[in-house]
Every structure is written in structure tokens, then in C-alpha cells.
């Protein structure tokens, strides 16, 4: 019964989101629960890794405020890139003000995420007001809203109560803007089957390293989505970290081509956990 057994594509029709509904069709007809994060500085390296493994990936995680050259052409040309690859956007904003004020950060100011951006997410530090600030301006447009249920980070104070009481603000909205969770586990089930279906997105996967310098602590696509039940593995340096790298910055083909490799090698890793989890 619980939503772990269940396929990607037969949670489709339990979606009241239409981004939710959309990112589980697009995970089934790509074969892909892979989100790639790509938290590079410039407009060229973003769309560059954005070519090379949106063939393979069902969602691309973007930090639109890292990249120093942003313009509105950007927002285009990944949009362009999105469709013709199939995959969604979703920035990583991280809303954490009052209702009012993430409305305008969300609309407004030089980004204007919720024009373009399919998914993104918030703390509930301020309370529900966020929710509903979020949604004036995100439901009109079909977007989604992941609450931030627990990090990855070493010493994250999300964890217990603060867990459950964005797990309850997830089952309690009554508008379909929220569809999910950034968590580490499957926190809507933690307490038993829940009666919604959400998804649980993870970062914190990485296959040859178990974390960075700065409290980022990774675990295997298995761990996260087989023995977790986490729905979509995020994965950053894992994939586009050849570019940070000497021979990366003087070898852009050479480094593209590794990018594109460790794409499809995260993508496989995804779907068999999944594979074996549907199977177990
Ligand atoms: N990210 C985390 N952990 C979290 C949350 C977000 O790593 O708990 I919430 C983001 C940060 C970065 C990406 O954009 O996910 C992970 O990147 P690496 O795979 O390079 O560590």
C-alpha cells in the first residue's frame, strides 16, 4: 500500500499538481528519477551541462542567482533546452520570509522564477503565511512548491518536530500548491501510509565521494532511493564536477563529454534503485 511500491507512472493520476503530474510523466517516459543540480557561475557552462545531460535527466536544478551573467536570454534558451530534451526546471530558491515578501521574490526582481521556473521550494520557518504567499503567485501558473523537510547537511537543524510539522503542512493544504519534500528519507510515511501522494526530492547523493569540506555529506542513489524511498536523487558535483577541475577549465570538450558520461552513469544508478525497490 505504501507509495514506495508503486510505479512513477501509476501515481500520475493521484497528482492535484499539475507540475507534480507533469515531472512523474516525464520520469516514466524518460526512464529517469535524476535531477541534475548545476551551480556553476556562468550562462555558458549552465547551458552547456543542460544539453549534455538533458537527454538523461527529468529534472534540472538551477541557483539562478550564482550565475553572473544572468539575463532574461538565459531563462529562454534553458526553456528552449527543456523542451526539446523533456525535462522541468526547478530552482532552488529556498523561500524563508513572510508571505508578502516571497510573493515579490518569487515574481518580481531581476529573476522572475515563477515565470519559468516549473518547481521550487521553501523553508517553513515563517509559518503556512509562506505557502500561501508563494502560491498568488505560483498557482496561476501551474508551478509546485517543495517544502524543506530535512538537509543534507551535517548538524541541520531540520529534523523532529520542524520534520513533522512540514510533513503536516504538506498533508493539510488544501490548494495542491505544495507536492512534495526535500527530505533524506520518506517523511510523509514516516508515521504510516499517507492518504496524499507527495514526492520526496534528495540532494546528497554522490557515488565516489561521502562528502565536501563544508558539511555537505553524500549518500548512494541505493541508500536514498531504495532503502529511503526518496522519489528523485539530486546530483550536483557528482556529475558536472569535472568542470571545477584544471584539465576541466582547459579542455571544455574533453570535460563536456565526462559530464554527459557521469549522466548517464547517475541516471542508471537512479532507475535500478528504483527498479529494485518496485521489485523487492
Ligand atoms: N542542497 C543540498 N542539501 C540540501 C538542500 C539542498 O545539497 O539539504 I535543501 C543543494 C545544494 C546544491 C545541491 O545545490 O543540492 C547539491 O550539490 P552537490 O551534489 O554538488 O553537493
Known amino acids: 500500500n505504501s507509495i514506495v511500491k508503486k ?11 499539475a507540475a507534480a503530474k507533469q515531472l512523474l510523466e516525464t520520469m516514466e517516459r524518460k526512464k529517469s528519477n535524476l535531477c541534475v543540480s548545476i551551480d556553476v557561475t556562468n550562462k555558458s557552462d549552465l547551458l552547456a551541462v543542460a544539453e549534455a545531460v538533458g537527454p538523461d535527466v527529468c529534472l534540472v536544478k538551477t541557483h539562478i542567482d550564482i550565475v553572473e551573467d544572468f539575463d ?3 531563462v529562454e534558451k534553458l526553456t528552449a533546452l527543456s523542451k ?12 524563508a520570509d513572510i508571505g508578502n515578501t516571497v510573493s515579490l521574490q518569487y ?34 501558473l501551474g508551478r509546485g512548491l517543495l517544502l524543506l523537510a530535512e ?39 514516516a508515521d504510516g501510509p499517507c492518504e496524499k501522494d507527495l514526492l520526496v526530492l534528495t540532494p ?13 555529506q553524500y549518500r548512494t542513489p541505493d541508500q536514498v532511493v531504495r532503502q529511503s524511498g526518496c522519489d528523485i536523487i539530486i546530483v550536483g558535483r557528482g556529475i558536472y564536477g569535472v568542470l571545477m577541475t584544471e584539465e576541466g577549465k582547459a579542455d571544455k570538450v574533453t570535460a563536456m563529454n565526462k559530464v554527459r558520461e557521469q549522466g548517464s552513469r547517475y541516471k542508471k544508478a537512479g532507475w535500478d534503485a528504483y527498479l529494485a525497490r518496485i521489485d523487492d
Open 7 to 17: 510505479t512513477y507512472g501509476s501515481r500520475v493520476s493521484s497528482q492535484a499538481n
Open 72 to 74: 532574461m536570454d538565459l
Open 204 to 216: 546528497g547523493v554522490g557515488l565516489d565521494v561521502k562528502g565536501d569540506a563544508l558539511g555537505q
Open 107 to 140: 515574481s518580481a526582481g531581476v529573476h522572475k522564477i515563477a515565470s519559468w521556473s516549473h518547481i521550487t521550494n521553501a523553508h517553513l520557518v515563517p509559518g503556512p503565511g509562506i505557502i500561501s504567499g508563494l502560491a498568488k503567485a505560483g498557482e496561476p
Open 151 to 189: 538537509m543534507s547537511s551535517a548538524g541541520a537543524l531540520t529534523k523532529g518536530d520542524y520534520t513533522k510539522a512540514c510533513v503536516q503542512a504538506a498533508k493539510d493544504d488544501k490548494s495542491g500548491f505544495v507536492c512534495g519534500f526535500i527530505a533524506m528519507s520518506r517523511v510523509d510515511e
Open 84 to 95: 526539446e530534451h523533456d525535462f522541468m526546471i526547478f530552482e532552488d530558491r529556498k523561500f
